[in-house]
Structures are given as C-alpha cells and as structure tokens.
C-alpha cells in the first residue's frame, strides 16, 4: 500500500513536469519510495550515459546511480523516502541540464561514424585491388581529374580540387615518413 501511495504521490508531482520529460523523450518505468528508473535514448551512449550519472550523483537529493547505458536507463535511490513539488522540479530541471550539457562533453560520433565508413570503404578496395588502390587514391584520382576538367572552365573550382590533391598526397606522405 505504502508503495501504491508513493507512486501515486510521485506521479501527481510529475503532472507539471511532463513538458520537461516529453523534450527529453524521458519515460518513467519504475517510481516507489526511494527509488525512481527512468529511461531514455538520449543515454544510450555510454559518454552521455557515464557524464550524466557522475553529474547526477552529485546531486543533494540522490544517494546512489545506476543505469544501464544498453537500454538508456538510470536508476536513482534517493536520500528521502518522497520528495515535495519544488524539489522534484530542481531534480527534473537538473537532469535535463545535465544530458543537454553532456553533449559538449562527449566525442562527436557522426565524425567517427564517417571515419569508420571511410575505413571500411579502404579495406575493401584494398582486398578488391590487392593492395594497389586505397581510398586516398581514388579521391586523389577523382579531384586531379575533376581539377584538370574545370581549369579552362573556373580556374578557381580547378585550383580547389588541385589544392585538395596536394594536401590528400601531403597528408598521406606525412603519414608513410611517420
């Protein structure tokens, strides 16, 4: 019944603060006395999980977090068994502080995502070609080509693509010397 009750009381303390929880894409699975599991796909990364844990631990109000970073979940054990309006609406306003803020902190991902691809794209012409050919090669290949098309045209695109030749071939001898 106690548990029923708290439940109860945390969700009427949770009606103001759904415009926070709807931004965030925050979903409630569990709320009891003490404890709260919420869950996001905003935290399934695990920089983003990890920073707002840590951030979140140093909370007033929060004894303990833990989380799963596989399914974006984490789970505070509060210091009191319920907690008022006001301090449920600073402990919602700083979670929600807190995953906006770990987007500064953590690696850009999209930029490793292209990295990864650009990997695999080289291993693949590199099996396929036997060694021969890599993609630095083939974008070498394509820029002097578009750069030697464009140069009676727009010098100015030609000497773009030619500069961007230079600085691939630079890069990739700077790398080989290394």
């Known amino acids: 019944m106690n548990s029923l009750l708290s439940l109860g009381l945390m969700t ?3 009606k103001g603060y759904k415009q926070v929880i709807k931004t965030q894409n925050i979903e409630v699975k569990y709320a009891n006395s003490y404890r ?9 990364n695990n920089e983003i999980h990890s920073y707002v844990k840590e951030k979140m631990a140093e909370c007033p109000l929060v004894e303990q977090v833990s989380g ?5 979940s984490l789970l505070f054990l509060f210091k009191k068994e319920t907690l008022t309006e006001v301090e449920f609406k600073k402990f919602m306003d700083r979670l ?4 906006d803020a770990s987007y500064e902190e953590v690696p850009i ?3 490793n995502r292209v990295y990864d691809e650009k990997i695999k794209a080289d291993h693949l012409l590199k099996r396929s070609s036997m060694g021969w ?3 630095d090669t083939v974008v070498v290949g394509l ?5 030697i098309k464009y140069l009676s045209i727009s ?3 030609a000497l773009g693509y030619l500069w961007w030749c230079y600085s691939i071939l630079d890069r990739t001898n700077r790398d080989r010397n290394n």
Do not use: C, F
Not at 37 to 43: A, E, G, I, M
Not at 96 to 99: D, L, P, V
Not at 143 to 147: E, R, V
């Open 109 to 111: 991902t999209a930029l």
């Open 68 to 72: 799963s970073p596989a399914v974006g």
């Open 155 to 157: 010098p100015h695109t």
């Open 133 to 135: 050919i890599d993609i």
């Open 12 to 14: 009427l303390g949770m």
């Open 36 to 44: 709260l599991r919420l869950q996001s796909n905003r935290w399934k």
């Open 96 to 99: 929600a502080e807190m995953t």
């Open 143 to 147: 820029a002097a080509y578009q750069g």
